[in-house]
């Protein structure tokens, strides 16, 4: 049974450039969130989509956007890239409705911004 | 709004002893959910242990256990017969019950020292 799966595992970009993050959830999961993990710092959520929609956003601004497909795959997008966004971004899965509420995490994505 | 703090970002333990983490939260919500997740140097956040805060009965994880104080927001992890493999941040996290979005803590380093 495949685990939540995220691509690439190091990305490297400069300042303004634009990123796309992918994620593989965990099989039987509908639901996917992503946060980001600044260095030392605990993971910020940044949105949820279920259903191919976005249920819930964090606190981030619009250059953060989000995409989910009928397969439950889902891309983070990164527009205008700032030295800030530089972190490790966790993507995690769920089950909507199993009453559990546990979200599975990949080992992330650590993109760094030059 | 929702916090969760912890106060200890470092801690060691010496193999086979037992250690507490500490984490307190705030919300004014009175159904939702706990976590104890694990993160070791390969990034994968992995689940520890849950507790339902409608169930008083604190949770038990084979060597992992919780101390849920309810009304003073605290949830506790202590960890017993501590192993080498239990080095790793820890971070303490919550959801509410609509189940949407996690809030973390700032985590705490655990070192086993053999």
């Known amino acids: 049974d495949a685990g939540v799966t995220q691509s690439p595992t190091h990305l490297i970009k400069t300042r303004g450039q634009q990123v796309t993050l992918r994620c593989s959830p965990k099989?039987?999961?509908?639901?996917v969130s992503w946060y980001q993990q600044a260095l030392g710092q605990g993971p910020q959520f940044i949105f949820q989509?279920?259903?191919?929609?976005?249920?819930q956003r964090g606190n981030f601004p619009d250059r953060f956007s989000g995409h989910q497909f009928p397969n439950y795959s889902s891309e983070l997008n990164v527009n205008a890239l700032l030295l800030g966004d530089s972190a490790l971004y966790l993507c995690?899965?769920?089950?909507?409705?199993?009453?559990?509420?546990?979200?599975?995490f990949g080992a992330g994505t650590r993109l760094s911004v030059l | 709004a929702q916090t969760v703090t912890q106060s200890q970002p470092e801690m060691s333990v010496q193999e086979a002893e037992t250690v507490t983490l500490s984490c307190t939260y705030d919300?004014?919500?009175?159904?939702?959910?706990l976590f104890w997740y694990k993160q070791p140097p390969s990034r994968q956040m992995i689940l520890v242990i849950r507790?339902?805060?409608?169930?008083?009965q604190n949770a038990t994880e084979n060597r992992f256990s919780v101390n849920f104080q309810k009304a003073a927001k605290s949830f506790s992890l202590k960890i017993s017969d501590s192993q080498l493999g239990d080095t790793a941040m820890y971070f303490c996290a919550f959801t509410i019950n609509t189940g949407n979005q996690f809030y973390f803590g700032t985590g705490t380093s655990l070192t086993v020292i053999p």
């Open positions: 995690a899965s769920s089950l909507a409705h199993a009453g559990e509420n546990i979200q599975y």
């Open positions: 099989s039987g999961h509908d639901t």
């Open positions: 507790q339902e805060a409608y169930k008083q």
């Open positions: 989509y279920y259903e191919e929609e976005e249920r």
């Open positions: 919300t004014s919500e009175s159904n939702y959910y």
